[in-house]
């Protein structure tokens, strides 16, 4: 256990000293500047008037800024970490702290992590790695870091690339979900799940609310690369592979767009390559409910509070004004302001597939619309819904089952069930004996519509209050396949 501990903390003292030493930064764009705020000569609002506080784990937060999980465990991170926790708590903002591993193994480190006394207020956020579930570590475990810490929440970062180029890093990632479940239902605090710098996918997202994670920071790629604070660590072979890694991962952008299109009220913080006040204001734009910075704060920490605090209050200020000139007077109106997204006209396509009932029948698939939205990642366009069928419809309208019931009397009047050349299946070439008699089907897809396009806004479907998207069975049960395609930025 001792070699184990000392192992951990040499490597924490060799991953701080790197990345204050190193260019570490991701060859990837966080894809955050392909944003911009519409300028309002006439905001009508004060600078006064704008109020950047906000509620994080039910504590009042000043500002909506997080200084992310970072380090601890090694002797150096102390003068770090207290003096992070002073400009939290000076500023409102919250406080993340480096993992936590190496204090459960040895508490006599605790000093290195402890600084609830410097920031009584603010929201202070305990930290493990996620695989560590898969590794001994226990739901009591975990707690008692909590406690030690008096943290408010625990935070598991997932970092599966990572650990994969440590040569003795823990790669044991499978099953991993159904144990996060069991700590998020057990454990008495929040869980909030992170990735490291590389994305977390609205895939992936959705998993982990469904396994009750309170909250997620999405942590995408533009900002600190751990493949690179790895590779520096490295020699032989491993090394190189790392460096195959540097523009690794999906865009902070992206990220936020695909898990905020998926999950709407699920909290959100958005960090990875968090620079300025002016990128914060757009991530918050696109609905992250706070932002994480953490390599500037790192920097600007080991140079000292004094430095930390300039960084800090230039966060805040720009932020500020951002919101001034965009006429925003709280986050939630600065939610609502015209962004406009920047770059390529872009088109992509997923399909899913559906059991329908018997025909007509009207199944409801906005919701799995809105998911391939997210995943496709689309900020602002259209998207084209398609039947891959000539039997089977898409529209638009309400669910109402007495509706329903009038729109099935419609169709039947306008296309009844028999007298249709089609059914005769003595006139037709290669027919098999159990053909359907479905030419009143062929009859009303013709007149729904095979496709329906419906216009996207800050990556939700921009529907109506009694509008959703059904996909029309007009014949019988069967296996259906829709086809998703949006078009724009």
Known sequence: MAATVRSSSSRKADHLRINLAEDVSSDSPTGLDEFHF??????????????????????RMAAPFLISCMTGG????????????????????????????????????????????????????????AVQLNRGVTVDDARRLVDLLRADALVLHLNPLQESLQPSGDVQFGGLLERIETLCRTLGVPVIAKEVGFGISERDAVRLAEAG???????????????????????????????????????????????????????LIASGGIRNGVQAAVALALGADIVGVAGPMLRAAARG?????????????????????????????????????????????????????????????TERVQASVARLGLFDG??????????????????????????????????????YEH??????????????????????????????????????????????VFLVELDGCRPRRVRVQTLGR
């Open 382 to 419: 259209v998207v084209v819904v398609s039947s891959l069928h000539t039997t089977a419809a898409v529209v638009v309208n309400e669910d109402e089952p007495l509706l329903h019931a009038d729109f099935t009397r419609f169709l039947n009047r306008l296309a009844p069930r028999s007298g």
């Open 213 to 267: 994670v309170h909250a997620i920071d999405v942590a995408g790629a533009g900002g600190t690369s751990w493949s690179e604070v790895e590779r520096h660590g490295l020699n032989g072979p491993l090394r190189d592979v790392a460096a195959a890694f540097r523009g690794w991962g999906t865009p902070t952008a992206d990220s936020l767009v695909q898990v905020r299109g998926r999950l709407p009220r699920l909290p």
């Open 423 to 468: 059914d005769d299946l003595s006139r037709r070439q290669e027919v098999s004996p159990d053909e359907p008699l479905n030419g009143h089907s062929h009859c009303q897809q013709l007149l729904l519509g095979q496709t329906t396009v419906v216009p996207v806004e800050r990556g939700r479907l921009r529907l109506g209050p009694w509008q959703r």
């Open 74 to 129: 090694t002797e150096a991170a102390q003068p770090i970490n207290r003096a992070l926790a002073a400009v939290a708590q000076r500023f409102g903002f919250a406080l993340g702290l480096g993992s936590g591993r190496a204090l459960l193994e040895q508490p006599e480190l605790l000093p290195t992590f402890d600084v609830r006394d410097l920031a009584p207020d603010v929201p202070l956020l305990a930290n493990l790695g």
């Open 305 to 365: 509070e004094d430095a930390a605090g300039d960084l800090a209050a230039e966060l805040v200020e720009t932020l500020r004004r951002v919101m001034f000139c965009t006429g925003s007077s709280s986050l939630e109106t600065l939610r609502q302001a015209p962004l406009v997204r920047h770059g390529e006209f872009k088109s992509a396509a997923v399909e899913f597939e559906l059991q329908t009932g018997q025909g007509p029948s009207f199944h409801d698939v």
């Open 38 to 59: 519409r300028h309002l000569a006439l905001p009508e609002i004060d600078l006064s008037d704008v109020q950047l506080a906000t509620d994080f784990l039910d504590r």
